[in-house]
Antibody
Framework: QVKLQQSGAELVKPGASVKLSCKTSGYTFSTSYMSWFKQIPGQSIEWIGMIYAGDGGTGYNQKFKGKATLTVDTSSSTAYMDLSSLTTEDSAVYFCADYPGRYWGQGVMVTVSS | DIVMTQAPLSVSVTPGESASISCRSS???????????VYWYLQKPGKSPQLLIY???NLASGVPDRFSGSGSETDFTLKISRVEAEDVGIYYCGQLLENPFTFGSGTKLEIK
């Protein structure tokens, strides 16, 4: 069956960066799109951006340009999201999901705190 | 950005009765290809969102046919017939027509 397995919870200091992973199985990753989302607990969902695994082409929400960088490794069917210059406002749960959201990762909590 | 406005904020339903959730977009979600790019998701407590309806009225795989989606270019409705206890959670509408994809603020469904 299809599975999107995200990396574990992160506790990072302000100003640092973090790289989140989303390892997929059960479907053809290399010709698929992967989106990333941010959700602050108790709030709605924000779309960060999307990457096409076939050629690495990306589309970002303007709000997250410079904050998030999406990449893929087709050899391991894994998608990555780098978050840089973290502040407390980046503390949230981050999800990966295929387009249009048939399959979702379990989410990963990122906490930015000194 | 396209704004998605949901109503009500919360709904309390007796098991076996129906519930409807509305969603309005600030711009037409009808593409020139004839597809309306509105989607409905359910996020159960402590879980990831799950897709219920895609392209306004298509039932996602594995979703009970108690769920249905309808609408026009800017006004959309999710209907849940014969509500069950397992339907509790927060329902979100979202538009995947243009960047950035945006979502409503959510409607919380509770069981009476």
């Amino acid at each position: 069956q299809v599975k999107l397995q995200q990396s574990g919870a992160e506790l990072v200091k302000p100003g640092a960066s973090v790289k989140l992973s989303c390892k997929t199985s059960g479907y053809t990753f290399s010709t698929s799109y992967m989106s990333w989302f941010k959700q602050i607990p108790g709030q709605s969902i924000e779309w960060i951006g999307m990457i096409y695994a076939g050629d690495g082409g990306t589309g970002y929400n303007q709000k997250f340009k410079g904050k998030a960088t999406l990449t893929v490794d087709t050899s391991s069917s894994t998608a990555y999201m780098d978050l840089s210059s973290l502040t407390t406002e980046d503390s949230a749960v981050y999800f990966c999901a295929d387009y249009p959201g048939r399959y979702w990762g379990q989410g990963v909590m990122v906490t930015v705190s000194s | 950005d396209i704004v998605m406005t949901q109503a009500p904020l919360s709904v309390s339903v007796t098991p076996g009765e129906s519930a409807s959730i509305s969603c309005r977009s600030s711009k037409s979600l009808l593409h020139s290809n004839g597809i309306t790019y509105v989607y409905w998701y359910l996020q159960k407590p402590g879980k990831s969102p799950q897709l219920l309806i895609y392209r306004m009225s298509n039932l996602a795989s594995g979703v009970p046919d108690r769920f249905s989606g309808s609408g026009s270019e800017t006004d959309f409705t999710l209907k849940i017939s014969r509500v069950e206890a397992e339907d509790v959670g927060i329902y979100y509408c979202g538009q995947l027509l243009e960047n950035p994809f945006t979502f409503g603020s959510g409607t919380k469904l509770e069981i009476k």
